[in-house]
């Protein structure tokens, strides 16, 4: 707790002992505050006698005060709106970001997934190679086996004439010695 103490202050010509545990200063200043609003009345109006200087300078005192407070309060009740406001927002951005958050693991996740799909289609693209280079030697293979079977086709064919020829021999030697 702080310690109360007493701190004398001259208001309107008269000493006076202000107890409080607030700054000296501040005290000293609130004491020439009030000063200064009785003074400006009681020159305004000499007829005005002390007391009636001092009330009057309370009463607007007062007044400035209540119409603070109004304000203070309306500033308040302004004030409570844009704060309310600020824990909605406060709360939609943390679900944005949730959101945000979310969306980045289902990207990474799907960006897993297409480099996965990326290297199986280059594997497969290096096996439909390896397959075509098959294919090409397999092309080949048949085309020398094609050539090779022609080869032997028209062999078989010569030989086939060869033997008519050889059989139409045959039957010229035969019908010889049959005549002979």
């Known amino acids: 707790m702080t310690e109360k103490r007493k701190i004398n202050v001259l208001i309107d010509g008269r000493n006076f002992t202000v107890v409080g545990s607030d700054d000296e200063r501040y005290i000293r200043e609130l004491a020439a505050f009030v000063d200064s609003n009785i003074k400006k009345l009681a020159n305004k109006n000499e007829r005005l006698s002390p007391t009636m200087a001092s009330t009057l300078a309370a009463v607007n005192i007062a007044d400035e005060y209540f119409k603070l407070q109004a304000i203070h309060r309306d500033l308040e009740k302004r004030a409570k709106e844009p704060l309310e406001r600020y824990n909605i927002l406060k709360k939609e951005l943390e679900e944005a970001n949730d959101r945000v958050r979310e ?61 008519v020829e050889l059989k139409k021999q045959l039957s010229q030697a035969l019908q010889l010695l049959d005549e002979m």
């Not at 294919?135 to 032997?152: F, Q, T, Y």
Request: glycine residues 2%.
């Open 103 to 163: 969306m980045e693991n289902r990207s990474l996740s799907f960006q897993d997934e297409m480099i996965k799909t990326k290297l199986s289609k280059e594997e497969l693209f290096g096996e439909i190679n390896k397959l075509k280079e098959k294919l090409d030697l397999s092309e080949a293979r048949i085309a020398e086996l094609e050539k090779i079977n022609k080869e032997h086709k028209d062999n078989h064919f010569k030989s086939q004439l060869e033997i």
